[in-house]
């Protein structure tokens, strides 16, 4: 005999993304639906007709209010998002050959590449975020080039505060062209991001979604024992409730324990999934304040005093060493309380190793030689 299963199946999640092709004079905007692996359908691709004054020759000028308008135009519609995808004014992004020692982590290439790109740019340019390939091209031994792309945070921060105006979240912010489809059809191609990878992509969002991907399956696994549970222990009370079996007072006693019980589990659980939320969290907000502090520390050794030479620079996720060499040791202490001045310390730096060295020759000058570590607070 076949049991038929009389509890209702969940029905698969559906996810609705947009995306916002912001031109020069024209806006498209395409809206598809799909599961959380693949796109199934387009439901609209459209030019749009935005209000007088908030965006103008692909600038956009009122990040708020076009959040809001687009979330009240697609809700008139029957659609209802929760990702976006846009694409910004090819003219705005630079481009870069960079040089990096191999072997280095993630974390450390993003870093030196925005440094680098940085450097390069004229005094006074606005700090920028940075998203790379690596060039299949010979180099030197113990060296690999990448192309890096760089976007001002300022013009990025922007978009963002559209998406989440609109109660959206942010999946790619890339260049139009290179999420381009055909020639016409810009927004269709950023709004497939959400399911492939994009050539360029300025957040990282769908990395770290994928890695909190397991934990997510564990509290829903969870979440579904609870629910076998509760509904099992309900069904059991049920058919033990008749007068024949046991007295009244000692069924709701048992029913009453089995609910605690179930209570606890549901809130270790609710608990341990905010905690491992609240940890990742940090350390995203960490990851993001590291590369600004850290720039702020090389410039400072970039504009040393004179008579300080720098000779090797070394870092590891956001403790720092400088190794260098001074023509007294005034001059390295001269080179430590510039450092100390700016206030993105956890540990502020000191002056670990302080050596001279005899001159090479007699019409020479004695070297003193230090070291200097330091930690930024970013890591803490």
């Given at each position: 005999?076949?049991?038929?299963?009389?509890?209702?199946?969940?029905?698969?999640?559906?996810?609705?993304?947009?995306?916002?092709?912001?031109?020069?004079?024209?806006?498209?905007?395409?809206?598809?639906?799909?599961?959380?692996?693949?796109?199934?359908?387009?439901?609209?691709?459209?030019?749009?007709?935005?209000?007088?004054?908030?965006?103008?020759?692909?600038?956009?000028?009122?990040?708020?209010?076009?959040?809001?308008?687009?979330?009240?135009?697609?809700?008139?519609?029957?659609?209802?998002?929760?990702?976006?995808?846009?694409?910004?004014?090819?003219?705005?992004?630079?481009?870069?050959?960079?040089?990096?020692?191999?072997?280095?982590?993630?974390?450390?290439?993003?870093?030196?590449?925005?440094?680098?790109?940085?450097?390069?740019?004229?005094?006074?340019?606005?700090?920028?975020?940075?998203?790379?390939?690596?060039?299949?091209?010979?180099?030197?031994?113990?060296?690999?080039l990448y192309q890096v792309q760089a976007l001002s945070r300022a013009r990025m921060e922007?978009?963002?505060?559209?998406?989440?105006?609109?109660?959206?979240?942010?999946?790619?912010?890339?260049?139009?062209?290179?999420?381009?489809?055909?020639?016409?059809?810009?927004?269709?191609?950023?709004?497939?991001?959400?399911?492939?990878?994009?050539?360029?992509?300025?957040?990282?969002?769908?990395?770290?979604?994928?890695?909190?991907?397991?934990?997510?399956?564990?509290?829903?696994?969870?979440?579904?024992?609870?629910?076998?549970?509760?509904?099992?222990?309900?069904?059991?009370?049920?058919?033990?409730?008749?007068?024949?079996?046991?007295?009244?007072?000692?069924?709701?006693?048992?029913?009453?324990?089995?609910?605690?019980?179930?209570?606890?589990?549901?809130?270790?659980?609710?608990?341990?999934?905010?905690?491992?939320?609240?940890?990742?969290?940090?350390?995203?907000?960490?990851?993001?304040?590291?590369?600004?502090?850290?720039?702020?520390?090389?410039?400072?050794?970039?504009?040393?005093?004179?008579?300080?030479?720098?000779?090797?620079?070394?870092?590891?996720?956001?403790?720092?060493?400088?190794?260098?060499?001074?023509?007294?040791?005034?001059?390295?202490?001269?080179?430590?309380?510039?450092?100390?001045?700016?206030?993105?310390?956890?540990?502020?730096?000191?002056?670990?190793?302080?050596?001279?060295?005899?001159?090479?020759?007699?019409?020479?000058?004695?070297?003193?030689?230090?070291?200097?570590?330091?930690?930024?607070?970013?890591?803490?």
């Amino acid at each position: 005999m076949r049991w038929p299963f009389w509890l209702p199946r969940s029905r698969p999640r559906r996810l609705c993304v947009v995306g916002l092709d912001v031109g020069l004079e024209v806006y498209r905007l395409a809206v598809l639906v799909g599961t959380p692996t693949r796109p199934e359908s387009v439901c609209c691709a459209e030019l749009l007709s935005l209000p007088e004054g908030l965006v103008a020759h692909g600038e956009v000028l009122q990040p708020l209010a076009l959040g809001q308008w687009l979330h009240a135009y697609l809700q008139a519609k029957g659609y209802q998002p929760q990702a976006m995808c846009i694409g910004l004014n090819d003219a705005w992004v630079s481009h870069h050959t960079v040089s990096l020692t191999a072997g280095l982590s993630k974390d450390d290439v993003v870093f030196q590449l925005q440094v680098e790109v940085q450097s390069a740019l004229p005094d006074g340019a606005a700090e920028v975020c940075v998203d790379y390939d690596v060039i299949p091209e010979p180099a030197e031994a113990g060296e690999l080039l990448y192309q890096v792309q760089a976007l001002s945070r300022a013009r990025m921060e922007t978009v963002l505060r559209v998406a989440e105006s609109a109660g959206w979240l942010a999946l790619v912010v890339a260049p139009r062209r290179a999420a381009l489809a055909s020639p016409y059809d810009e927004a269709f191609g950023l709004a497939l991001g959400a399911w492939r990878e994009t050539a360029v992509n300025f957040l990282p969002h769908r990395s770290f979604m994928q890695a909190l991907l397991p934990y997510v399956w564990w509290l829903r696994v969870g979440v579904s024992v609870i629910v076998a549970t509760s509904l099992t222990a309900g069904s059991v009370g049920l058919f033990f409730s008749g007068p024949e079996t046991k007295p009244q007072h000692t069924d709701e006693w048992v029913s009453a324990a089995r609910a605690h019980e179930t209570a606890q589990q549901a809130h270790t659980q609710a608990k341990a999934a905010q905690q491992r939320g609240a940890e990742q969290s940090h350390w995203l907000k960490a990851h993001q304040a590291l590369p600004s502090q850290s720039l702020l520390w090389s410039r400072v050794l970039g504009q040393a005093a004179q008579g300080v030479r720098v000779v090797r620079l070394t870092q590891q996720a956001a403790h720092w060493t400088v190794h260098g060499e001074a023509l007294s040791p005034s001059h390295a202490q001269q080179l430590v309380a510039q450092l100390k001045a700016l206030d993105i310390w956890v540990q502020a730096p000191e002056l670990l190793q302080l050596h001279v060295m005899p001159a090479a020759s007699s019409a020479g000058l004695p070297v003193w030689q230090f070291r200097i570590e330091a930690n930024l607070k970013a890591g803490a």
